[in-house]
């Protein structure tokens, strides 16, 4: 998606050879005309395929989710890192861990809001070695739900994420797909 490869060349950085910061128009202050187009560039690919929810993690995926999931007219449902006292009922679990962070967090979600048999959208800003989306995956499994494919806004794909999703079977679609970075230079595939 050319406006995003704009984007991220011109007011993105990278900090380093790993990490991008597009906090400038993604992650923290949000373009959300941009986001709109990237939801609707989504929806466009993954139309007419039987979607019937939009699922991402908290919490930078969530504008570009909400956008595809408008675009479909389908629900958007976000995994929680933090489970909170009012979070009761019956609750699906899975622990991911963040080799970009180097952390662990608990993703959690409710299972009435990922019923059996829903087909399933996952949309996130970020693809690095892919372990959110495994997460996602797993209580996808747990819920008695398809993950029918998955699309990333930007993929480091010098990263393991694509090929380990790949190799399970699923479809990644990613609008800006990055094969290396240094200070100051971003080189696209
Ligand atoms: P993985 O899920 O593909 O394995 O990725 P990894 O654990 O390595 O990183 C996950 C977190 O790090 C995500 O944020 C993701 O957005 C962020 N991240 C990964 N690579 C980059 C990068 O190059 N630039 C920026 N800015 N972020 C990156 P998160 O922990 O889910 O937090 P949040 O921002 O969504 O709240």
Do not use: W
Not at 3 to 16: S, V
Not at 111 to 137: M, Q, T
């Amino acid at each position: 998606m050319q406006e995003l490869k704009n984007a991220i060349m011109n007011r993105g950085k990278a900090i380093n050879q790993d990490v991008l910061l597009v906090d400038s128009f993604l992650n923290h202050q949000v373009d959300v005309e941009l986001m709109k187009h990237v939801g609707e560039a989504f929806a466009e690919h993954f139309k007419g395929r039987g979607f019937t929810r939009v699922v991402t993690i908290e919490s930078s995926g969530i504008a570009p989710a909400s956008f595809t999931a408008l675009a479909l007219g389908v629900p958007l449902v976000i995994m929680k890192k933090q489970t909170s006292k009012i979070m009761t009922g019956d609750l699906l679990h899975t622990t991911v861990r963040s080799f970009t962070k180097g952390t662990s967090y608990e993703l959690t979600a409710k299972h009435e809001f990922l019923p059996e048999k829903e087909n399933i959208l996952l949309i996130d800003d970020f693809l690095a070695s892919g372990e959110a989306a495994v997460g996602v995956i797993n209580l996808a499994k747990q819920a008695g739900c398809n993950v029918g494919g998955i699309g990333i806004v930007i993929e480091k794909a010098f990263q393991t994420g694509h090929a380990k999703l790949t190799k399970m079977g699923y479809e990644v679609y990613s609008l800006a797909r990055i094969k290396s970075m240094s200070e100051n230079h971003i080189e696209f595939l």
